[in-house]
């Protein structure tokens, strides 16, 4: 089994930046394909970013592309994402997902049904 621990959110300023890390453990992350999520208050949670197995491919929600990178230390079994120029919109909860793959390296996946494990989750605030 696999655990997911999220790390690196807070409150930053309108126009700043952070950089979330999802650690993995259990499981080599080198045989997943990840993403990351996030669930405002009363809203449903939303893909953000998404990068293959082999790290090759990534994949944006519009909303976010331009600002936010997401990447990935096979050896230090985590998965990043930088979020630059936030806007107070971005406030949420901010979750990343493992899904084990076997044969398409190269795909990326933006349904959070398509994920197998989550992360609890790290809040991330932009507010002045």
């Known amino acids: 089994q696999v655990q997911l621990v999220e790390s690196g959110g807070g409150l930053v300023q309108p126009g700043g930046s952070l950089r979330l890390s999802c650690d993995v453990s259990g499981r080599t992350l080198s045989i997943y394909a990840m993403g990351w999520f996030r669930q405002a208050p009363g809203k449903e949670r939303e893909f953000v970013a998404a990068i293959s197995r082999g790290g090759s491919s990534t994949d944006y929600a519009d909303s976010v592309k331009g600002r936010f990178t997401i990447s990935r230390d096979n050896a230090k079994q985590t998965v990043y994402l930088q979020m630059n120029s936030l806007k107070p919109e971005d406030t949420a909860v901010y979750h990343c997902?493992?899904?084990?793959?076997?044969?398409?390296?190269?795909?990326?996946?933006?349904?959070?049904?398509?994920?197998?494990?989550w992360g609890q989750g790290t809040q991330v605030t932009v507010s002045s």
């Open positions: 997902a493992a899904k084990e793959i076997r044969y398409l390296i190269g795909a990326t996946y933006s349904r959070p049904n398509e994920y197998d494990d």
